[in-house]
């Protein structure tokens, strides 16, 4: 008697297999993206974090110019003022960056330096450390 039954051999690989491989080969190009990014990048974006620490009105307006590629440039800085007003080149508009005293962050306004509201535009504040007078102690009174 023959027996008919034939053994199978598994051939390839399993499903889970291909799985961890194409995960793998996602994960290496998602890593080898963010590395050749920040090589080309990383500088200019560190660059304009410091910026934005020292002058984060001015930091914003560099930004929208930037990131515009040609399409925006800036019209008129007032560096005392922390006033910055950028212009769309092909339509003309005018968009105003300013700190806001009044809410100690930047605001934006449509239009240039005539459109911020009067009695919101101010430098932001320099933060200098509370100077505390020296306190000179009390004697205790004397025992009678």
């Not at 051939?11 to 890593?31: H, R, Y």
């Not at 080309?40 to 984060?56: D, H, S, T």
Request: proline share 6%; charged share 25%; with cysteine.
């Amino acid at each position: 008697m023959e027996n008919t039954s034939e053994v199978t051999e598994k051939k390839g690989m399993g499903p889970l297999g291909w799985l961890g491989i194409g995960c793998g080969g996602i994960l290496l190009a998602v890593v080898l993206g963010v590395v050749i990014f920040w090589m080309k990048f990383g500088g200019e974006f560190r660059q304009m974090a410091e910026e934005a620490k020292k002058n984060p009105a001015r930091a914003g307006a560099l930004a929208f110019v930037k990131m515009g590629k040609g399409s925006f440039e800036m019209q008129a800085e007032d560096e005392a003022g922390k006033r910055y007003t950028v212009r769309e080149i092909a339509t003309g508009k005018l968009t105003t960056f300013y700190w806001s005293a009044k809410s100690n962050s930047i605001e934006i306004v449509e239009g240039d330096f005539s459109a911020i509201p009067s009695d919101n535009s101010g430098a932001k504040p320099e933060i200098k450390p509370e100077i505390k007078p020296e306190s000179t102690p009390v004697p205790a009174p004397k025992a009678e």
